[in-house]
């Protein structure tokens, strides 16, 4: 029997979710940092708070192990603390155990 033919992303599922969030966040984002592109989305959305607690980053990432990457690439990370890995797909929302390790929130 073939294998099922895989579901394109729902790109406009993706979008309205991030539209949410950066209605919600999007005038406390760090302004040295890009925010993610609505035409350029991966399904994971990386959201971080900086250490102060007054700015956001966000960033989108195809899988949490390239979100723990990009999270640990970063310069001075210690300046920021994820708040969760949010799936743009399904809604599913992680937290961090630690910079490498997710459970759902």
């Not at 966000?58 to 640990?72: I, K, M």
């Amino acid at each position: 029997m073939p294998a099922p033919p895989c579901r394109p992303p729902d790109v406009v599922t993706r979008r309205r979710r991030l539209r949410d969030w950066l209605d919600r966040h999007g005038d406390q984002l760090d302004p040295d940092h890009e925010p993610p592109s609505m035409f350029e989305l991966a399904p994971w959305l990386l959201v971080q708070r900086n250490v102060w607690g007054h700015q956001y980053r966000a960033s989108t990432h195809a899988t949490p192990a390239q979100a723990a990457v990009a999270y640990q690439a970063q310069q001075y990370p210690e300046d920021w603390r994820i708040v969760e890995l949010l799936n743009l797909d399904t809604g599913r929302r992680l937290t961090a155990v630690d910079a490498i390790r997710w459970r759902v929130a």
